[in-house]
Structures are given as structure tokens and as C-alpha cells.
């Protein structure tokens, strides 16, 4: 994995699919690496910001135009870039340039999926990592069954995956981390992410 200068480290999730967890899962991986550094989280999805308020997250959200002259005064470690939903190949291989690790979400359904493969299919030779997110509990199959095809296919996947959980949907209504929310399932929610996280300070070590 790719690092920009003094360790920092620039994270973009993307996808040409809305609704499968991109600005979910830039949320709680600003959260997590926000525990051990300083963090900025780039909000680029301007029409459909899935955060009412960022008040109650332990990190600044900023909008992609604020970018340089807050770089310049803080300097954070990391940036974590939380992208609009787009089929627009150049920008998609553009935002694959610029990044560390460029992280596709995908809920397993075949909607999603398809959008998916199309997805990669534009970025080849570029590096990425698929997450699987909005995973159904069992007995469903579902995340099995893509995790199965998603290998098959050669697509690099993360080896931990995010289950499905109201919970998200309260953290994002108000704005807060999953960990924050008064839910039976709010800590094993969180520690999906958690997981994800560990798998990412893994490889940039
Ligand atoms: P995107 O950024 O790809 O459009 P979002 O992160 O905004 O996706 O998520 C779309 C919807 O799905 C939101 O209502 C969000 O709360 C919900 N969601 C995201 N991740 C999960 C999850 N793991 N479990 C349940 N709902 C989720």
C-alpha cells in the first residue's frame, strides 16, 4: 500500500453505486483511525450528505473545496474521502490516483454486485479493496455466496465485513459513531468497523 509523504495516509471511498455504505463506512473508519491520530473526513457527497450534523463525531467533517487551506493549518494524518456516487471512469481512476487505498463498498445483492463488477472492471490496474457492508445475518447467504464470487473473480477483498444493523441508520440520522448509539447492537456494529480498521493499520505498517 501506497503512503504520501511523513506516513500520512489519504483513504477514498467510492463506487458507482449509491446506497450500499460509502459514506457509512467513511465515517466509521475516520472514527476508528481517529482514536490513535488525527483525522480529517472530506465530505464530497454534497447533494446527498448522509450526515445531518457532524457535531457529535470526534473528528472535523469538511467540504472538499475547504481541503488545502485546512491541510495547511492542521496537517492531519489522515483523509479519509467519502465520494457522491458516480459512473464517471475518469473521475473514479482520477480518485484512484490520488489515494492510499481506494475502498469500494458493496452491499451482497445483485443490484449492488453488478454495479460492483462494473465498478472494478474500470479500475483495472489500479489497486482498490472490495467491502462487503449491509451484510444480511443467517441464514441468509448472501455474503457468502459474493464473498465466494467475488474471489472467484480475483477482486481483492477485505477479509471482515460489516453486518447489517439499524443501528448505522441512527448513527448517520444523528450524526454520531455506531458506538455512540443507545442500541443492543451498537458495540458489535461498531467492532465490524473495528475489524475493518485493524485490517488497514495491518498493511500500512
Ligand atoms: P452511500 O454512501 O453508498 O449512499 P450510505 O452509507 O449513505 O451509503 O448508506 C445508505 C443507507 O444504508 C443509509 O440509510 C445508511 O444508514 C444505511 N446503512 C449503511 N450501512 C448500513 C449497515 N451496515 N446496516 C444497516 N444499514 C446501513
Known amino acids: 500500500m501506497r503512503c504520501y509523504y511523513d506516513g500520512h495516509m489519504v483513504i477514498t471511498v467510492a463506487g458507482f453505486k449509491g446506497g450500499v455504505g460509502k459514506s457509512t463506512t467513511a465515517i466509521h473508519l475516520a472514527g476508528y483511525l481517529s482514536e490513535s491520530a488525527s483525522v480529517v473526513l472530506v465530505d464530497d457527497d454534497l447533494n446527498e450528505s448522509a450526515l445531518s450534523s457532524s457535531e457529535g463525531l470526534p473528528y472535523p467533517v469538511i467540504k472538499n473545496t475547504e481541503l488545502r487551506e485546512y491541510a495547511r493549518n492542521n496537517a492531519p494524518e489522515h483523509l479519509i474521502l467519502d465520494t457522491a456516487a458516480s459512473s ?30 462494473r465498478t472494478a472492471s474500470a479500475l483495472e490496474g489500479y489497486s482498490y479493496k472490495v467491502l462487503l457492508t ?71 505498517k
Not at 90 to 111: H, K, M, N, V, Y
Not at 172 to 192: F, H
Open 134 to 204: 449491509i451484510c444480511p445475518p443467517r441464514p441468509s447467504r448472501d455474503a457468502e455466496d459474493a464473498r465466494e464470487m467475488l474471489t472467484a473473480n480475483n477482486l481483492p477483498l477485505f477479509q471482515n465485513q460489516i453486518r447489517r444493523a439499524v443501528a448505522f441508520q441512527r448513527a448517520v440520522l444523528e450524526g454520531v459513531l455506531v458506538r455512540d448509539v443507545s442500541d443492543s447492537k451498537a458495540m458489535v456494529a461498531w467492532l465490524d468497523y473495528v475489524r475493518v480498521g485493524d485490517e488497514i493499520a495491518k498493511e500500512v
Open 88 to 117: 464517471d471512469v475518469d473521475r473514479l481512476q482520477a480518485l484512484a490516483d490520488e489515494c492510499d487505498l481506494l475502498i469500494l463498498p458493496t452491499s451482497p445483492d445483485g443490484l449492488a454486485l453488478r454495479a460492483l463488477f
